[in-house]
């Protein structure tokens, strides 16, 4: 059996940006089958129990009917990238293989090595950060049909993962495409629902006085990469929601009416009913005036965002 020669084709792609990883493969892939005639040509494997020798087997076998044989490996653990090493002692020119790894090899990994020697190319998706992550998600999002604005927000607010913000990103595309207006305080909304177990959390340790949980849950948030300002709207969100419940209940309103009349999900509601019943409704509104001077203050430059957010815990 020959080795490989510049007909075949040999690519092994990994790195910590799994999400790129994946995007670049299933492009790969594409092209790769837009030339085979039947689908005998391609043959997907999972790295799950695969040895080099099942490997070296498929990559052996002559095609059928088609031009090539394709061979996509994917999700193989970057602790076993090196055992798969001997099954690309020989590929055939009519093999093409994708290998694609979770996690991010060195360029002494055995693979890389047999990669390079089989005459094949290894690509790494390094993880993105600063001005590159950035830069990546205002693209994506002009080509789904949202504004740099939008990007903006959602660099902001969402995890900094790849996988993470193409999710918000389609999300947020599906809300325009039903006809609604995407406007920052709706993104806002959409966007921080992946942290919403957080916020829950956030929220539930306010009344009727922050606790140490909260200051805690606050940092948190603010050191995830979410804008202490947008931190600060969501708690505001949530006083104004208890002062609307216990407006209510003061009226003698039943905790099925409030939930029937009001838009957020009851469960959301009955933890405002639950919370109403032992706040002052003069608190709140003092509570929910500190929150409307802090973002004045940030936003006129006055306070730093984060240290001021545990500044308003304190006054609230």
């Not at 670049?24 to 594409?30: D, G, T, W």
């Not at 990559?59 to 031009?67: I, M, S, T």
């Not at 006809?179 to 709706?186: A, H």
């Not at 957020?264 to 608190?283: G, I, L």
Request: hydrophobic share 45%.
């Amino acid at each position: 059996m020959p080795k490989a020669t510049a007909g075949g084709m040999v690519v092994l792609l990994h790195g910590e940006e799994r999400f790129l990883v994946e995007e670049k493969a299933r492009a790969l892939i594409a092209n790769w089958q837009k030339e085979l005639i039947s689908d005998f040509g391609f043959e997907p494997m999972e790295a799950g129990g695969l040895t080099a020798a099942r490997l070296q087997d498929a990559v052996l076998q002559a095609p059928f009917l088609d031009p090539f044989r394709a061979i996509w490996v994917r999700g193989v653990a970057a602790a076993r990238a090196e055992s798969l090493a001997p099954a690309l002692a020989e590929v055939p020119a009519t093999t093409r293989l994708l290998i694609t790894v979770a996690g991010r090899l060195s360029p002494g990994n055995k693979l890389v090595k047999a990669v390079t020697a089989a005459g094949g190319r290894a690509e790494e998706s390094a993880r993105l950060k600063g001005r590159a992550l950035g830069d990546w998600t205002a693209k994506r999002a002009e080509e789904l049909g949202l504004g740099r604005q939008v990007a903006a927000q959602v660099t902001r607010v969402t995890h900094p993962d790849l996988g993470v913000i193409d999710s918000e990103l389609q999300k947020l595309v599906a809300y325009k495409a039903s006809g609604s207006k995407l406007t920052p305080e709706i993104v806002l909304e959409l966007l921080a629902g992946a942290r919403e177990d957080e916020i829950f959390k956030l929220t539930d340790n306010l009344l009727p006085r922050p606790t140490g949980q909260a200051w805690a849950v606050a940092r948190s948030l603010a050191r995830s990469g979410i804008q202490p300002t947008s931190i600060a709207y969501r708690m505001a969100r949530h006083l104004a929601l208890v002062l609307e419940v216990r407006a209510r209940q003061d009226r003698g309103d039943s905790l099925s009416t409030i939930q029937a009349d009001l838009p957020e999900h009851s469960f959301v509601v009955q933890k405002a009913y639950d919370a109403a019943r032992d706040v002052d409704p003069d608190k709140l509104e003092s509570a929910l005036r500190a929150i409307r001077d802090y973002e004045f203050e940030v936003k006129s430059g006055q306070v730093d965002a984060e240290l001021g957010l545990d500044v308003l815990l304190t006054r609230l």
